[in-house]
């Protein structure tokens, strides 16, 4: 099988760390039989400033009908508002439907309190809808608004999705891989005590696709996101599989990434119907850019989720231990885990452990 | 000065720690020639369910005509919607434009990473507007819509509210009381990444309102509020005074409390122009109702912020340093700190220290 697969490197470490995630898919066993080819596309500020749009619709065309999957890498975001600029990673997620933010958040499994859950963020509306206006209060001053908009079709397609990760996740655990989880278990996070028509349709219909017969053996509970946030940080080993709409999806999972040590472990896939972009969770970190020193773990992580939701899990596991072999080993570490290992030297010590 | 205090427990253990409350004000030295009168108001789920209001009338008429303060406890959230119910405390905050919701989240200072932050959250508008709206797609499946407005005036004064606290924290430090900060600092929290117009008002107004001369000596810096989630886990450190959006605050700040350890000890106070309602940030805990083992320092502490906001700030004092010396002994611990102390002794212990 050929996978062709869109390069997105962004702006900042995105720079360094996708052709990180280029050099493990050229490394992958032959054995594999899996073949890749590579598409460079733009997209971020950068591409804003020397095109006027931050995401050119010449990237999402080749998404589209060319590739299979992608890997993004980051953009900055300026630091004062810029005009006819906006998130380029935001659009392309809802211009090629990838209903569903996958955000696995794992230690590896001799750390001292292993923890091991995934976010399961949706990822086309909410507050991401960006409909927002502004206009003047009757004594001049402003009022801005923004819509925050749930579906019952968004929310039942991502709580299914959240389910069958669930279930998958414990096909895994029967097969013998270690982990510290015995059951599956969904939490649906909300903030239905105060939004009740829009957090309360995504509670219920979270619920709804999760009492499906396929979902029998899998366990459902619930969090306010504000309780969510406080167990998230005192009992993360209870948590499996976690469901929530787009907001609270975003800052759950910068938040589980603390609980590893580093947003430089963290992947994510952006995932549609047959077609899934893999990024990372960091941002373009410009403090660091150009020093070689960004970790390529949550790219090479993101690499091997990509490689999932496109059916090659074989692919994909063969990454993940390398990953897990290097952190293990804890000789050539990135400096946010406390080494000072190059990113070159990180990557290479993972291909070697392919 | 006599002081009439509205007491409103609520729900759970709201009913456990707001006579702790009360106990603590009574047990205040005469030296400090302070009074206090109480009244006991009713809201919460189970004044709904025997009169059909959450927050009746009449408790919000007796706390703006007669009383100078209150102490609010807890509500518990119905485990399904229940038509017709909304939480009184939102409403109690919008009805007495209460407009800051000021939480100090402090380790002691023998903690072995201290900590010491306060989030100042704004508190009338965001998406506790709860203005929603369900209708049906095309399809016949439901959409849920919930406004999210900022308006300038209230993310000035939220942010100026913020820098006076940033302010009052470097007086108190520099009247030589321990601390971990050298300068004021306010760390503006938002996401005007994608929410360009509204949290972008947010930003512009809140620096727009740290930059009057006033607060030149306060340092200004901003947090994209996932990022500020992974910070406030990897650094809590470096935090003095955060200023949040509603939500944000709401999350922000379990978020912190986690950072203690419980959210037993954080406090917090409803703040409005000369009135002010402490709370306890903790729920009403329906696990442990009735069981005498509720941690009264949140609420002990939220009288002690209740205190400041009404200008007692010598009483408050007392109440900290009470509340620090039963914490540094370490003896009389409820058991979400892991001790077995009853809600009683501790009570009587910090009373002891007054
Ligand atoms: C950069 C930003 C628009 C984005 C988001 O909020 O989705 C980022 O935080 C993420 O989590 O991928
Ligand atoms: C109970 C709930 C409505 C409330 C809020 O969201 O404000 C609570 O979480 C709080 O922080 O006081």
Redesign the interface.
């Known amino acids: 099988r050929t996978l062709r697969i869109g390069l997105i490197p962004g702006d900042g470490i995105g720079k360094e760390v996708i052709p990180a995630g280029r050099r493990i898919l050229e490394a992958l066993p032959a054995s594999l039989k899996l073949k890749f080819e590579f598409v460079d596309l733009k997209a971020g500020f950068e591409t804003f400033e020397q095109t006027g749009a931050a995401l050119p619709d010449k990237t999402v065309e080749i998404l589209k009908n060319e590739c299979d999957g992608a890997l993004f890498g980051a953009v900055s975001?300026p630091s004062k508002?810029v005009k006819g600029y906006?998130?380029p990673i935001?659009a392309l997620r809802k211009r090629l439907d990838l209903y569903a933010n996958v955000r696995p958040v794992k230690s590896v499994m001799t750390a001292k309190n292993p923890i091991d859950m995934v976010i399961v963020r949706e990822n086309t509306e909410d507050?991401?809808v960006?409909e927002?206006?502004?206009y003047e209060?009757a004594d001049g001053?402003?009022?801005?608004?923004?819509?925050?908009?749930?579906?019952?079709?968004a929310s039942f397609r991502i709580a299914t999705m959240a389910g069958e990760i669930a279930l998958r996740r414990q096909k895994i655990r029967e097969s013998g891989a270690p982990s510290i989880h015995k059951s599956p278990m969904v939490t649906i996070t909300h903030?239905?005590?105060?939004?009740?028509?829009?957090d309360?349709?995504f509670r219920?219909t979270a619920r709804e696709a999760l009492a499906a017969s396929k979902f029998s053996s899998v366990g459902v509970e619930e969090q306010?996101?504000?309780?969510m946030?406080?167990k998230?940080?005192?009992q993360p080993e209870t948590y499996d599989v976690i469901v929530a709409p787009n907001?609270y999806g975003?800052?759950l999972?910068?938040?589980a990434?603390?609980?590893v040590g580093s947003?430089g472990l963290v992947p994510s896939a952006n995932v549609g119907e047959g077609f899934a972009i893999g990024e990372p969770c960091h941002?373009s970190a410009p403090d660091i850019m150009g020093k070689n020193i960004a970790n390529p773990i949550a790219t090479l992580r993101s690499v091997a989720l990509m490689l999932e939701f496109l059916n090659e899990e074989t692919a994909a596991a063969k990454i993940y231990a390398a990953v897990d072999g290097n952190l293990e080993a804890g000789k050539l570490l990135s400096p946010d885990l406390g080494g000072t290992a190059t990113t070159t030297e990180v990557v290479e010590d993972i291909l070697r452990r392919l």
């Open positions: 975001s508002a906006s998130s935001v507050l991401y960006k927002e206006r502004t209060a001053s402003k009022i801005a608004e923004a819509i925050k908009r749930i579906s019952e079709k903030k239905s005590n105060v939004l009740s028509q829009t309360g349709l219920a306010i996101v504000d309780s946030v406080y998230l940080f005192r907001l975003d800052i999972s910068d938040g990434a603390a609980l947003l941002g």
